[in-house]
């Protein structure tokens, strides 16, 4: 029987997808003299891991997106989803991805609205504030939504994503000013993030099975057949520094990233008010930030004392920096956790650790309400019922000082000027050009 279990073990090994060390990226990105890197348009690249095969193609104008022109459909409102490799949304097929789950459901409800994924996998919110500046605001979007995630702050501070250069802002005045445009070209082809938790191989493809499990969802079991001798403990590994969020004490790396991030969120606030748009932050939780066995596992690989990290900290902190800026912040904690308490279709992968499918219906069924219930969106404003996923318990906490969208002084950024400079070129490069509306940046 042993034997029988091996060899299906050795099989269902043999059969699954890799993982991050894949690098899929490299094959539907290329360099951006603003952005860094952006999608290249008529790309398509499929995705192979364990836990999902899908496919990315990438449309005329370098998005993951349906093929759409600049210019607005008549009686049509349109949204903008800025964000990085969740909003992509690389692990699902397109129609399954939050925005055009949202577009959907808008549709559905009556509500004529095009939903335009802005997402970029590896992108922070220095990079997406660029995206809309060159790119994203010529689709004339009514609103803008910023979907925000923890490892966003400490890589507004930096000048590199994993090696592949990036746009940096720094601070001048009190206000942001742009270093190094154009970004260097990199030296080498963007890197892929890489992964703490892992279990590694032995020689045995069902005792490897059973460690993963124990792993990734009995970490207390794991450890006590490890200190019984029938595999290597858990390692303790040394805590990267965008992690480090969630420390509660001072912190003066993340410190200095929060200051800049906060300075990007209020500029980007202030762009999208002055272009007639609203703006609203969406909080997408890291999975340890609502799931307690990855919380537990985190804190048991990287050697943190309860008492001293806090994962509610990044959530509690971007609400902070919304209220002063007068943006509303969507955090998505609580409804992801409850959606997450079930024993079927979870919203976030195990290894992977981004959206499922439900994570990404979550997402945008509590987007559509926030929409709907502050009529954002003409003739939109009709409250909704809970759709798959998101139950009447699953409500979202909202962080919103106010309902307006203005927030720091609507003047022309200091960058603009540059980034205009490092434009030139760059639209040239495009395939199928099509038309454009809007103001240019």
């Known amino acids: 029987m042993l034997l029988v279990l091996e060899a299906a073990a050795r099989l269902a090994r043999r059969a699954r997808g890799k993982g991050k060390e894949a690098a899929e990226i490299v094959h539907y990105t290329e360099y ?40 607005t459909p008549p009686a049509t409102q349109r949204v903008l989803a800025l964000g990085d490799s969740f909003i992509e949304g690389y692990t699902v097929p397109l129609a399954q991805t939050a925005s055009q789950v949202l577009e959907s459901s808008l549709t559905r409800a009556g509500c004529r609205a095009e939903v335009i994924n802005g997402g970029t996998a590896g992108y922070s919110t220095d990079q997406e504030l660029l995206f809309y500046e060159t790119e994203g605001q010529l689709y004339g979007p009514r609103v803008v939504l910023l979907f925000f995630h923890y490892n966003d702050v400490v890589y507004n501070d930096r000048q590199d994503y994993f090696g592949a250069p990036k746009p940096e802002f720094e601070m001048g005045g009190g206000r942001l000013c742009i270093h190094r445009l154009p970004v260097r070209r990199p030296g080498s082809p963007l890197a892929p993030e890489p992964s703490a938790e892992s279990v590694g191989e032995s020689g045995s493809a069902l005792v490897d099975w059973i460690r993963e499990r124990l792993w990734y969802g009995a970490p207390g079991a794991y450890g006590f057949l490890a200190h019984l001798g029938l595999w290597r403990r858990m390692p303790e590994m040394a805590t990267r520094l965008e992690l480090r969020v969630y420390e509660r004490r001072r912190v003066d790396p993340v410190e200095k990233a929060w200051a800049k991030t906060a300075a990007i969120l209020a500029a980007l606030g202030a762009e999208t008010a002055a272009r007639g748009a609203r703006l609203l932050i969406v909080h997408v939780p890291s999975r340890l930030e609502i799931d307690d066995r990855s919380w537990r596992l985190s804190r048991r690989i990287y050697g943190w004392d309860e008492a001293a990290w806090d994962r509610g900290r990044v959530a509690q902190r971007l609400k902070d920096l919304g209220a002063q800026a007068r943006i509303p912040v969507l955090d998505l904690s609580e409804p992801l956790r409850r959606a997450g308490e079930g024993w079927k279709e979870k919203p976030y992968f195990t290894y992977d650790g981004h959206w499922t499918a ?45 309902d307006s969208h203005a927030c720091v002084s609507p003047s022309p950024l200091p960058f603009r000027k540059r980034i205009g400079r490092a434009s030139r070129g760059r639209r040239s490069r495009r395939s199928s050009p099509a038309p454009r509306s809007g103001r240019r940046p």
Do not use: M
């Not at 952005?35 to 193609?57: D, M």
């Open 358 to 402: 439900l994570g990404h219906r979550i997402a945008a069924a509590e987007v559509q309400r926030f929409l709907a219930a502050h009529g954002w969106l003409a003739g939109c404003s009709t409250p909704l019922p809970s759709s798959a996923g998101a139950t009447s318990r699953t409500r979202s906490r909202l962080s919103c000082a106010g």
């Open 32 to 71: 951006d003299p603003i952005l860094g890197w952006r999608k290249t348009p008529g790309a398509r690249v499929v995705y192979h891991r364990r836990e999902y095969t899908t496919e990315v193609a990438v449309n005329n104008h370098g998005l993951r997106d349906p093929e759409r022109g600049y210019e």
